[in-house]
């Protein structure tokens, strides 16, 4: 079963936005979850999708992250938005503090499996496939929990600037946005 994919996003110079989250285990952030790549199960990426018409990059996040991970947690702040000219795509990377793994979700179905990894195994399995999302633990580890302005040097990705943290009302809507039966908007941070 080949999953729909809703309109694509692009920004005025034609580049695909997306948004992906880099899941950690706790506050420690020395384990990272990574997921099977949807067309080579032995490879690992970081969770994330393309951003759906009208919706926040970081309700996106989330979004991606429920259904390709089958994980819920808190976003803890924004890691920045990632340019790949070679792609076209500009990724924006939240960092997420994940708090329930979910026995099911929706592409569990399609053979996604999830594991942890160190920080370190996590940055080399990326550079073997995704070195572009490598540059996303490259950020996280230059941080170290601080929010700055900065360029990064692994070519083709450049870090364009970060947002605040989400508030917590958004992700809750956006995990459960049924009331009374009706599907809600999700309220932009």
């Given amino acids: 079963m080949v ?12 580049y695909r936005l997306r948004a992906a989250c880099v899941c950690v285990k706790d506050e420690s952030e020395r384990e990272i979850l990574l997921i099977s790549a949807s067309r080579n199960r032995d490879r690992w990426i970081v969770p994330g999708g393309g951003i759906e018409p009208l919706e926040d990059a970081s309700v996106a996040a989330v979004r991606e992250v429920h259904e390709e991970a089958g994980v819920k947690g808190m976003i ?5 938005v990632f340019e790949n000219s070679h792609c076209k795509t500009k990724t924006s990377v939240y960092l997420l503090i994940v708090d329930h793994l979910c ?4 592409e569990k179905s399609l053979g996604r499996r999830r594991q942890w990894f160190s920080a370190s195994d996590a940055h080399r399995q990326l550079g073997m496939y995704r070195p572009e999302q490598g540059a996303y633990l ?34 809750n809507n956006v995990l459960s946005p049924q009331k009374n039966g009706i599907v809600t908007n999700a309220v932009k941070g």
């Fill in 138 to 171: 490259e950020m996280l580890i230059s941080l170290g929990g601080q929010q700055n302005i900065m360029h990064i040097p692994t070519s083709p990705v450049v870090r364009r600037f970060c947002i605040p943290p989400i508030p917590v009302a958004v992700i």
């Fill in 103 to 106: 026995e099911e979700w929706e």
């Fill in 76 to 80: 803890s702040r924004c890691l920045g």
């Fill in 3 to 14: 999953k729909e994919k809703p309109n694509r996003i692009y920004d005025e110079n034609g």
